[in-house]
């Protein structure tokens, strides 16, 4: 992606809280433990004095904030910014064509914070073309596959149709493995359309049903499996089904693509048959893929009209998607999440995002507000999150 960055370095040392999280907190806490911009944690004294003088130099001057300026073109050394200067604008590497990324340090922070580096430099790597130019350009890219290792794809590389048009015949290809917490490890198999399968098995429909869909060259081995399998089983009674479509994902990138519709068709119609043979309803099902397979439960969520209350796409493929109206979208559920690493071209992007949203899983949301390392961890990974429920604005994955 071409992009431009600013980092906004802020002069002054404000004390900013994470916020009690309870009425309780807010009466009695005088003295928090409270970390800064590198995760260290301090002792905050909430009713310090206030440096006035300070506040108020900054109020008059707000020339005392300092922008940083980097671009492809200067990755590491910056360029200043001057506000009302109009020069330090218009003779810097500064390009009013591309999208501009602001970035702010937080409390005892600045330029050196390892907020800047991290988001920074993960905006200048990309793991496929973005814009019009780059997509006509660009026919050989690396992409990862579900473990995060690089491989080189021809986006022209032939179709292998013959195999597409077996999964569309047979959507028994897929493979459904049942977890729960009486079978945390040893799954159980489930078949579309075979009512047994599914009676006797452990499958609890009081409970909720995570389904977990892997990327492209990914199996039930891949770790999307265990990591989320693990955190969804510590943190509530839930049965989690995993789909294995590797006979369609283990072929080029070209082909498992084109083969997505079929395979989150499929998925849709084993969790309506799900639904009509013990009655777990949609409202008690999320989906989670990666990669290709966010596309895939994109799909899914399609196949049951949009009826499954959440679907969340982990670093939602991009090359051939972005422009492609099947692509994980608003509608495919009630609530749709996608959360994105942005390509970093190493394997470290995507163990952690799943590392991520595993402690996402096992957080409730008051803890997760409160504990700013992990917002810090966050943030290492992610430098986009796009959340949307029905009725906002259209994203684009």
Known sequence: MKTALIYFLVTTAHFVSAG???SEDRVYHRFVKFPDSEGNLH???LQAPVDQKLVDEVNRNPANNLYLLYTRRNPINPQTLVLYNAASITTSNFNPRVPTVVIVHGWL???NSDINPVVRDAHFVSAGPVDTEDRVKQRFIKFPDS????????LQAPVDQKLIDKVNRNPVNNLYLLYTRRNPVNPQILVLYNATSITNSNFNPRVPTVVIVHGWLGNQNSDINPVVRHACLNRDDVNVIFVDWRRLASSNYITATNGVPAVGRALGQFL???NLINGVPFSQMHLVGFCLGAHIVGYAGRELEGRIVRITGLNPAGPLWNQNSGRLNPNDAIYVEAIHTNGVMTNLGDTLLLQLFAILL????????????????????TWATMIWEKGDLEGSV
């Open 43 to 45: 002792n905050v004294d």
């Open 147 to 154: 473990e995060g290792n690089l491989h080189d794809v021809d």
């Open 362 to 381: 096992d957080m409730n949301a008051q803890t997760l507000a409160f504990t700013h390392g992990i917002g810090a961890f966050a943030l290492n990974l």
């Open 272 to 274: 309506a048959f799900v």
């Open 109 to 111: 922070g600045n330029q």
């Open 20 to 22: 009690p999280v309870n």
